[in-house]
């Protein structure tokens, strides 16, 4: 685990000395859009035009960001139009690597050892941390995104011409609520269980605990009155909310603390779990074996024996119930 500081790799784990023992994610750099006319899109700088074969997805499974544009990819059948690369499980001290074993691929466009010599190629000077996913063009061969919230936004519609442009997972007029449980997920759920996990006082570990079963109790209740997080209709909201969920019990409950509920103790949870895992081709996008050795096997500071328990045993293929509550037309 490490950083680049003005292009040189550095060792290092991340500081919560100065912020009383919170974890507080950095902001991705790479932040421009391809878009449908290669015009840049509203704010940034550079533009770049959808084609297809010209830009490529580098991943890790284990990672629930990286997690949400392989989704995307898969239901938005852009899978022979974006490429994908998929570095291996363990994060050491070199960062993400592209040692070829175990699922992983190897980096299919230079044969480069390490994900941090692609931040190079795009910024001989990069300075900061070194994530997936990577948003890459082939073309200027520079990184376009680094975001994953904003990578799903462009799968949604800006390769519709070859992708399927039936499914929008960001529809005009649900928005606003989308944007809103967004918000409250991803401080609370998706980016709280790594607040808890990667705590360092017991003060900031109770406060991203406490938020973050509040509101996964409050999420169980929306759940009972309605069939996804903004209605009738399976949206960003409902994915973005999945790649947590589906790591909770197998690694957040035992390895990050968050142990107060699994989420097979939520009834309207677990359901809703099930029916996301079983949407077809999703379940091909879920490598557990890499998100387990990941978590267990890469942090050395919460688990240095790096042991990874075996269980427990879930079963994400048995019956849902969420046929019970109506599904909008869509
Ligand atoms: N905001 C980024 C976060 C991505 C992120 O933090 N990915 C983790 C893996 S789950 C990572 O690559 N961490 C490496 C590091 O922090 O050094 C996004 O959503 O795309």
């Known amino acids: 685990m490490g950083l680049l500081v003005d292009g040189k790799w550095h060792d290092e784990w991340y500081d919560t000395s100065r912020t009383g023992g919170r974890f507080e994610r950095s902001r991705s750099q790479f932040r421009d859009f391809v878009t449908k006319d290669g015009r840049?899109?509203?704010g940034r700088e550079r533009g770049f035009k959808a084609e297809p074969g010209r830009y490529h997805l580098y991943v890790s499974y284990a990672c629930p960001w990286a997690h949400r544009t392989l989704i995307f990819r898969k239901l938005k059948r852009l899978e022979d139009v974006i490429s994908v690369s998929v570095v291996h499980h363990f994060m050491g001290e070199s960062g993400w690597t592209f040692l070829k074993e175990d699922g992983a691929t190897g980096d299919g466009l230079y044969g480069f050892d390490y994900l941090h010599q692609i931040y190079t190629k795009a910024d001989p000077h990069y300075?900061?941390?070194?994530?997936?996913?990577?948003?890459?063009?082939?073309?200027?061969?520079?990184?376009?995104?680094?975001?994953?919230?904003?990578?799903?936004?462009?799968?949604?519609?800006?390769?519709?011409?070859?992708?399927?442009?039936?499914?929008?997972?960001?529809?005009?007029?649900?928005?606003?609520?989308?944007?809103?449980?967004?918000?409250?997920?991803?401080?609370?759920?998706?980016?709280?269980?790594?607040?808890?996990?990667?705590?360092?006082?017991?003060?900031?570990?109770?406060?991203?605990?406490?938020?973050?079963?509040?509101?996964?109790?409050?999420?169980?209740?929306?759940?009972?009155?309605?069939?996804?997080?903004?209605?009738?209709?399976?949206?960003?909201?409902?994915?973005?909310?999945?790649?947590?969920?589906?790591?909770?019990?197998?690694?957040?409950?035992g390895h990050f603390k968050c142990n107060l509920r699994r989420i097979a103790d939520y009834p309207n949870l677990s359901n809703y779990l099930r029916e996301l895992y079983q949407v077809k081709g999703v379940a091909e996008t879920v490598n557990l074996h890499h998100i387990k050795a990941h978590y267990y096997g890469s942090h050395a500071t919460i688990n240095p024996t790096r042991i990874v328990p075996l269980g427990p045993e879930i079963d994400y293929m048995a019956p849902h119930n969420r046929d019970l509550l109506a599904k909008a037309e869509m």
Not at 186 to 205: I, K, M, S
């Open 40 to 42: 840049p899109a509203e």
């Open 127 to 253: 300075s900061g941390r070194v994530t997936v996913p990577v948003l890459w063009d082939k073309k200027t061969e520079t990184i376009v995104n680094n975001e994953s919230s904003e990578i799903i936004r462009m799968f949604n519609e800006a390769f519709d011409e070859w992708g399927d442009a039936s499914v929008d997972f960001y529809p005009a007029e649900l928005r606003a609520e989308i944007d809103a449980i967004n918000e409250l997920v991803y401080e609370n759920v998706n980016n709280g269980v790594y607040r808890a996990g990667f705590a360092t006082t017991q003060e900031a570990y109770e406060e991203a605990f406490r938020a973050l079963f509040d509101t996964l109790d409050e999420l169980e209740k929306r759940l009972g009155r309605q069939r996804y997080l903004a209605g009738g209709r399976l949206t960003e909201a409902d994915w973005r909310l999945f790649t947590t969920l589906v790591r909770f019990d197998p690694v957040y409950v």
